[in-house]
């Protein structure tokens, strides 16, 4: 157990919905990733936040947009979503900016 | 433009031998590499890493070898154990400073056979 939290482990939806998901990261960490893992990519690195501020961002949709809040969960917010959408969904967190990441077990999101 | 490449999809051990898997990049800008290793229904979990200063970092079983002029890293496991079959992905980044923004491969599962 990593200690970083996910939730749902599992959703399913129709296309052009909008769903959201949520991280916990472990206790103390300041710093939140996304990460897409879909079956014809690797890994793909989405966001990440930094005691509440964004920091870096990558290949991220403009369908797609993240925060980090006070108490620093964060959400990852994907609308009009399309069937390429289904993916598995990380998150990960450190406990500053440049350190090692802990992975939660992801969202598993199934677009239909 | 896959910047992190795994050629082999899957690679199959007998217990007690050596596991090797390789991982090949393109940008000469890379100076930072790991390796995570993931179980199904987990997420990846940090196995070992290395700075492109050095050519071979240890960890008990697990050694990495970097060649940065052939642009090419491998992950050795000796000896391999069943707990060993997981999913293992190289990764990279520009400097240890950005440990968080990492360019994944696409990752090779490994079985070990008891």
């Known amino acids: 157990d990593s200690g970083v939290t996910q939730t749902p482990k599992h959703l399913i939806t129709a296309t052009g919905q909008r769903v959201t998901l949520r991280c916990s990261p472990r206790?103390?960490?300041?710093?939140v990733y996304w990460y897409q893992q879909s079956l014809d990519q690797g890994l793909q690195f989405l966001i990440q936040?930094?005691?509440?501020?964004?920091?870096a961002k990558g290949n991220i949709l403009e369908r797609f947009s993240a925060q980090q809040f006070p108490d620093l969960h964060s959400e990852l917010n994907l609308s009009s979503l399309e069937l390429g959408d289904s993916a598995l969904y990380f998150c990960?967190?450190?406990?500053?900016?440049?350190?090692?990441?802990?992975f939660g077990s992801g969202t598993q999101l199934s677009v239909l | 433009d896959q910047q992190v490449k795994q050629n082999s999809p899957s690679l199959s051990v007998q217990e007690g031998r050596i596991s090797i898997l390789n991982c090949d990049y393109t940008?000469?800008?890379?100076?930072?590499f790991l390796w995570y290793k993931k179980y199904p229904a987990e997420g990846p979990t940090f196995l070992i890493s290395?700075?492109?200063?050095?050519d071979k970092n240890e960890d008990g079983r697990f050694t990495v070898f970097l060649n940065k002029s052939a642009k090419h890293l491998s992950l050795h496991i000796v000896p391999s154990q069943p707990g060993d079959s997981a999913v293992y992905f190289c990764?990279?980044?520009?400097?240890?400073?950005?440990?968080?923004?990492?360019?994944f491969g696409q990752g090779t599962t490994l079985q070990v056979k008891p």
């Open positions: 990960a967190s450190s406990p500053g900016p440049d350190e090692k990441l802990f």
């Open positions: 206790s103390g960490d300041l710093s």
């Open positions: 936040y930094y005691n509440g501020e964004e920091r």
């Open positions: 940008n000469s800008m890379f100076d930072y």
């Open positions: 290395i700075s492109s200063i050095k």
């Open positions: 990764a990279a980044t520009l400097g240890s400073s950005n440990t968080g923004k990492l360019i």
